[in-house]
């Protein structure tokens, strides 16, 4: 049942994900409305299907596919709160495509829920879990803003009038949401790999950093605290900052994948 | 009505084009005076603004060489310089100069400063004593004209202009601009303009630098800023966000190396630069900098023309109304062409009716005081009776295209010669023999 709310959320996060494609080359508010409300209806179908995993009673998170449904649910939250506060939808031309194709995965089949016989603390591995997603969440809207923002000033120094008119906001705005969503990522992050740090060794012993999921997010890690670095010390912003997002997102995809190739951090047992 | 008019505008030229056709108003008294000096023209004024240089002139055969004088004067090829002229003769130069003062032709329809600056281009040739009667004429109208296109039509009322582009881009980079700092280098009224709006929209504090302190004193107390000192103007120049320059220099006077210095001091936080100097004041290879965002008068002109479409139509009616006057001031000037011969024949006549009753005073003998009069009223009257027809039909002549052929004539018959005609002839042996 949790998958069919999946597969209804799927088909409204369509229509966001075609806005995503159309907004680069037109501005139109109706159809930014139009996305608006196919993402909130997603959500609301992603909630619920969310709330059924939940209520069958396990850490049901703890497989891939229903990680990936949670992930592209705290994305699209993110999205919203931005919404909230800068009523902008420009984010979603990043973040749009990322939610699809996380739930289109997610959506795909129904995985068999396994709980590694290792995890003797189910608390740390939920902390674990939405900390991190918390974490990937912020880093995928900081990525697109850093780009939003790339291809803003862009537009600014051609100066074409026709391109000053154009969906996306101030670029200060972008820089600020970026920012702040680099900011309030960090903590998150920093503290979903302590918490999966206490479970690696609370069910080995000890922490093996050539296994490469950890390696990978020890990099992604300290990408992400360079990034926050040369912000805050030096004001990097534009292409600086987009090629080291542009890094940090793909240490982040690459820590991601390492979960099918890491001996420690599996959810099947094999 | 021997007009010429000769000169590039924004849309004719490009920036760089124009930067090396401006004149800096200390040398306009010089150029007025060179142009005088030139063969075949009588009068000259330059107007020399960051959107237009032109050359205005009344010549004595209405084909002065006027491109020449621009090569010779710019040491330019006519490779460089003639694509991008324009070269307007009598009625059209009447037209363009009602529309130049009436700000219909400016980059920015209906913006006010333009009618200023032709004010003292005008004052400016008129002290050097290159404007004398018929460029007078054609200005001191054009004045009036611009006026009435001002008070009749809402071209000059809208709030599009350089300064409001200029906030609207400020908020496409910095969103709000509450709490932004302007910084004015060089205190010219447009500068000025654009800082007010800019403070208008919120931005929190201004710094004004100037070569001359004292004016950049004066209009720091306009805004409550702060004066810098044009030598402190790069320590200081990093805390602003906005930097409107308009300076007069020759060449950039910002360059990479700040720009760079700016960007590094303010933890690169963008710059936007709103350069409306002519030659430009922020070097393009600044301009390349990320996070220096400069617009020079240009770009703004692009960015203003999308504006433009909601004004065509009082724009229309301000054009109706430059016809209505340019065919009214076509019509003076004919007929004020045509007073001269009536008051030069009704002398003539006056001189021989005066002679005549001297001749035969005599003969009369003594005459009583109504007597007098009777005579008097008597040779008036034949005079002014025969004179009638000749001068309404001079007068209904003028506004036609033949008044000077029926003044000719008039002219040859009644053996007239006005005080104006003999000086002429002699201005034009002197510019032949040139």
Redesign the interface.
Known sequence: MSLLWLRFALGCYFISLIYAFVALSRTSDLFSRIALHAASLGMVFHFVSLTELFLAGHVVWASVHNGESLLAFLSMSFFMLIYAIYQTTSPGVVVFPVVFFLTFIAAADEQPVLLTQFVSSKGWLAAHIFLIFIGYAALLVSFGASLLYLLQ?RR??A????S??SFL?????IDQIGYRSLLLGFPFMTLGLITGSVVAISAYGRLDFLDPKILLSVLMWAVYMLMVFTRW????????AAVLATFAFVAALAAWAANYFSAIHRFAAS | MRYQLIGVNHMSAPLEVRERLAIPESRLPDTCRDLTAFPGIEEALVISTCNRVEIVAHTTNGAADLRGFLHDHFHLTANELDAHLYEFREKDVVRHIFRVASSLDSMVVGEAQILGQVKEAYATARAVGAVRSHLDQLFTRAFAVAKRVRSETAVGSSSVSIASVAV??A??????LEGKTVFVVGAGKMSELAARHLMAHGCASIFVSNRTYDRAVGLAQKFNGQAIKFDDLYDTCDRADIVITSTGAPHAIFRREHGEQFL?R?????MFFIDIAVPRDVSPDMA?L??I?A?DID?LQ?????HVADRRKEAELAESIITAEVERFEARLHTLDVVPTIVSLQDHLETIRQAEIDRVRNRLGHLTPEQEIAVEALTRGIINKVMHTPITTLKSAAKESEATTIVDVVRRLFNLHDKEAPATEKKNEVGTRQ
Do not use: C, H, M
Request: proline share 4%.
């Open positions: 000033e600014l120094k100066k074409k009038s026709s000053l008119i906001p101030a670029l200060e705005v010390n030096s004001g990097w912003r534009g292409r600086r | 609207e881009l908020k496409k980079i910095f969103g709000t590094s303010r933890k690169n936080k963008p390349k990320d996070g965002f617009y770009d692009q960015a203003v023309s999308s």
